[in-house]
């Protein structure tokens, strides 16, 4: 029913960033220049690694991906570079969320929060908590996944992070709506809406209303989903998405028929 909506990022986490900082080496002076030049191979070696396993990401091949990956890591932790550690556990963690191997994507987010919170990083802790709540809800641990959630909610409220609160909000209204807990959905939703709706970013904006709209649908009030689905449509368009509008408009074709074979 739903649209293919991949969890959203929260936090730009990239490994250029936290690779392109100087390494600090120890004296004496020329060993100190030497470890930095097997530093910099090295962490160039993992940025082209990186981008590699993200294009395997994207492309669904993820097994590679998280082959490739493994290899980052050997490469960071060598060099003890814990903020690019971090960052690889993340795409790690999405390519085990890839081949389902969700066991695998909760011990590598596990991992991420802890150097997150070695680091006191908190908005990527906040961040990884919330993925980590997606692979506890495709696995059906939806208490669990609520729990994961809303301590990411608390820290990105704590930050002030408007855009991620919402996204998270977001996140435990489709748990709500997974356990057809649909009045709940609703308003998980909505108040992810009133945040979003201050904010000029209408690609999340859209996902938020046809996922409002698709809860209606479910609901019956048939009037107030196809309302939804074509305010999901502008945003959409507004976004440059027209996959997405391609899909939804098919959506309320099937609903326009089911109506009016049942009437």
Same mark, same amino acid.
């Given at each position: 029913?739903?649209?293919?909506?991949?969890?959203?990022?929260?936090?730009?986490?990239?490994?250029?960033?936290?690779?392109? &900082?100087?390494?600090?080496?120890? !004296?004496?002076?020329?060993?100190?220049?030497?470890? !930095?030049?097997?530093?910099?191979?090295?962490?160039?070696?993992? +940025?082209?690694?990186?981008?590699?396993?993200?294009?395997?990401?994207? &492309? @669904?091949?993820?097994?590679?991906?998280? &082959?490739?990956?493994?290899?980052?890591?050997?490469?960071?932790?060598?060099?003890? $570079?814990?903020?690019?550690?971090?960052?690889?556990?993340?795409?790690?963690?999405?390519?085990?969320?890839?081949?389902?191997?969700?066991?695998?994507?909760?011990?590598?987010?596990?991992?991420?929060?802890?150097?997150?919170?070695?680091?006191?990083?908190?908005?990527?802790?906040?961040?990884?908590? $919330?993925?980590? @709540?997606?692979?506890?809800?495709? #696995?059906?641990?939806? $208490?669990?996944?609520?729990?994961?959630?809303?301590?990411?909610?608390?820290?990105?409220?704590?930050?002030?992070?408007?855009?991620?609160?919402?996204?998270?909000?977001?996140? +435990?209204?489709?748990?709500?709506? !997974?356990?057809?807990?649909?009045?709940?959905?609703? @308003?998980?939703?909505?108040?992810?809406?009133?945040? #979003?709706?201050?904010?000029?970013?209408? @690609?999340?904006?859209?996902?938020?209303?046809?996922?409002?709209?698709?809860?209606?649908?479910?609901?019956?009030?048939?009037?107030?989903?196809?309302?939804?689905?074509?305010?999901?449509?502008?945003?959409?368009?507004?976004?440059?998405?027209?996959?997405?509008?391609?899909?939804?408009?098919?959506?309320?074709?099937?609903?326009?028929?089911?109506?009016?074979?049942?009437?």
């Amino acid at each position: 029913m739903f649209l293919n909506l991949k969890h959203l990022s929260l936090i730009p986490l990239t490994l250029f960033v936290s690779l392109s &900082q100087p390494v600090f080496a120890a !004296t004496p002076e020329n060993l100190a220049i030497a470890q !930095t030049q097997i530093s910099q191979n090295n962490r160039d070696a993992a +940025i082209e690694l990186y981008q590699k396993g993200l294009r395997q990401n994207e &492309q @669904g091949q993820y097994l590679e991906a998280s &082959q490739t990956f493994q290899e980052v890591l050997g490469i960071l932790r060598g060099i003890g $570079d814990r903020k690019g550690e971090m960052a690889a556990l993340e795409k790690l963690a999405q390519a085990y969320e890839g081949l389902k191997e969700y066991s695998k994507a909760i011990q590598a987010y596990d991992d991420a929060i802890a150097i997150s919170r070695e680091l006191r990083d908190r908005s990527s802790e906040a961040a990884f908590l $919330d993925y980590q @709540g997606i692979v506890y809800r495709y #696995q059906e641990q939806y $208490d669990r996944a609520l729990q994961t959630h809303q301590q990411s909610l608390a820290i990105f409220r704590e930050l002030k992070v408007a855009r991620s609160e919402a996204i998270v909000l977001r996140n +435990i209204g489709r748990i709500y709506f !997974t356990r057809n807990q649909f009045d709940s959905a609703i @308003g998980f939703f909505q108040q992810a809406l009133a945040i #979003q709706e201050k904010i000029d970013e209408p @690609g999340n904006q859209a996902v938020t209303v046809y996922l409002i709209a698709a809860t209606y649908n479910y609901l019956n009030q048939k009037n107030k989903a196809i309302e939804s689905y074509e305010a999901a449509i502008v945003l959409f368009q507004k976004a440059g998405n027209q996959e997405a509008v391609r899909q939804i408009r098919l959506e309320m074709q099937q609903i326009q028929q089911a109506s009016s074979q049942v009437s």
